[in-house]
């Protein structure tokens, strides 16, 4: 019984040296708005009589409400409502429909909202005005169906965040 136990041990332990780990495959960009965008945003801001807080990065943010769950992390899963538009025009370019959330990994989507979102936590809400250097760039989206543009090159991007859950 004696041996039984001793090679079960072992091969529990040779099993577990095996598992691989599993290592989060995004790290922080490093990128950030030149003082063109953060000056044109800023003057938005002003122009509209928005409180928001510049992050280092550039992009401009205001919390609604900070949340008390965990914040995330560029390999975490988040749960998320939101709302994207055009900054300067207001025009929507994506949306969750209603009440319900859309699941993504924070490392995946722009650099703007994987400098921000840690800012709140699970619970929060937050509004982002983000630069085209930390959004999509000198690259216009278009909708898969149509064709049709919904972001045009060098956009200015305003997202309107609920943090629902962090995995």
Avoid at 81 to 104: P, Q
Avoid at 125 to 134: D, E, F, G, Q, R
Wanted: proline share 5%.
């Amino acid at each position: 019984m004696k041996k039984i136990s001793l090679l079960l041990l072992a091969a529990g332990l040779m099993l577990a040296s095996c598992k691989k780990e599993d290592k989060c495959p995004y790290s922080d960009s490093g990128r950030s708005a030149s003082v063109d965008e953060r000056t044109y945003i800023e003057s938005y801001l002003s122009a509209n009589s928005i409180p928001a807080t510049p992050h280092p990065s550039g992009v401009f943010y205001f919390i609604t409400a900070a949340g008390t769950g965990a914040s995330p992390g560029l390999c975490s899963g988040i749960n998320v409502r939101y709302r994207g538009t055009i900054m300067n025009t207001g025009a929507e370019f994506d949306a969750t429909a209603g009440n319900s959330t859309v699941s993504f990994q924070l490392g995946e989507l722009i650099v703007g909202w994987q400098k921000v979102l840690p800012e709140i936590k699970a619970g929060g809400k937050i509004t982002l005005y983000v630069p085209p250097s930390l959004g999509y760039g000198a690259q216009e989206i278009r909708n898969q169906t149509t064709g049709a543009i919904l972001i045009p090159a060098n956009s200015y991007l305003k997202f309107e965040i609920e943090l629902v859950d962090v995995q």
